[in-house]
């Protein structure tokens, strides 16, 4: 992966930044309702960068990357976990996916946003129109993936993955996903809760955690970086404020991150393994330097034409 550097080399800046992007897991109400909190205000920063995204894109693409960082919390090893919506409106659908190592890269399917006078656009629902929303686990050691869809219900991932978890996996769930954005349309705090009942749960404490959740709010604006009260808005101190009487208490916490696995002489390999016609064409004809992008991070990747001759005449 080649990610662009939003600190300006700035090595204090970027371990700061590092040190809060934690995702938190923990457990309440005497065990009864698990939950996870995230921090991903460097994570979305770099996102936008990377996919050279505008603030609307940003808003759409950044609350798939939370999610899908929220719902990592369970996979071990080399578990990974998809979510993709496909959708007639003018946001077209999204894929993001996220492993166990807290790694999440993804892409929107249309880039810009093609609407009219974004600035009067009130609500988000309004820009996916009909589709679907999947979800896809992938579980190492078992033969193929699991993935569960529903028709897009509410326009909102949180309400839609809420009601996804509800529908296919009959689990009680509820999702907060926040991106908040200064006067001048830069970043300032990017940031999701996920909450679940376990089994047993007594409905009266599942209905006290969804009114807590709604009453902390907009977790992008508690995280912004330029309040003065930081030192009060980390993960753990608003879950254990928000969430009081239910008792929370944390398990563990590991980091998240923008992140691709992709490589140059991974494409490379790609090139390899082009039918012979195509690469005798490229070693002809060019285009010289060849060009390919990966679309899960933007990243760029080049091939002059003697690395070319190397890689498409091997054998």
């Not at 300006?8 to 457990?27: G, P, T, V, W, Y």
């Not at 039918?275 to 490229?282: F, Q, Y």
């Not at 010289?288 to 002059?304: D, E």
């Amino acid at each position: 992966m080649i990610k662009k550097d939003i600190f300006n080399h700035d090595i204090k800046a970027r371990f700061q930044a590092s040190a809060k992007e934690r995702l938190c897991r923990f457990l309440m109400a005497d065990d009864q309702i698990k939950g996870v909190v995230v921090h991903a205000t460097r994570m979305v920063k770099e996102m936008q960068v990377n996919h050279d995204l505008g603030p609307l894109e940003t808003l759409v693409l950044g609350q798939a990357y939370i999610a899908a960082a929220l719902m990592s919390a369970p996979l071990k090893g080399r578990d990974r976990i998809a979510m993709n919506i496909q959708c007639s409106g003018p946001i077209k659908g999204l894929d993001v996916e996220a492993n166990a190592l807290g790694e999440i890269r993804g892409y929107l399917k249309a880039n810009p946003i093609e609407v009219e006078n974004p600035e009067k656009i009130k609500w988000l629902s309004t820009l996916y129109g009909a589709g679907f929303l999947s979800v896809t686990r992938y579980i190492e050691d078992t033969n193929r993936p699991y993935t569960g869809q529903i028709a897009l219900v509410h326009g909102s991932i949180a309400e839609d993955l809420a009601e996804y978890f509800l529908t296919s996996e009959q689990i009680p769930s509820g999702f907060s996903l926040s991106v908040a954005f200064d006067e001048d349309e830069n970043i300032t705090g990017a940031g999701g809760i996920f909450l679940q009942a376990l089994p047993g749960a007594q409905p009266d404490n599942v209905a006290r955690a969804e009114t807590m959740i709604r009453e902390i709010g907009a977790l992008g604006h508690r995280f912004a970086l330029n309040q003065s009260d930081q030192a009060d808005q980390t993960p753990e101190s608003i879950i254990k404020t928000g969430f009081a009487d239910l008792s929370p208490r944390f398990l563990d916490s590991s980091r998240v991150e923008f992140y691709c696995r992709c490589a140059k002489e991974r494409m490379a390999g790609y090139l390899k393994n082009l039918p012979e016609e195509d690469r005798t064409d490229i070693l002809a004809n060019g285009p010289f330097p060849l060009t390919l992008r990966c679309h899960h991070c933007n990243s760029v990747y080049r091939f002059s034409q003697k690395e070319l001759t190397g890689i498409l005449n091997f054998r």
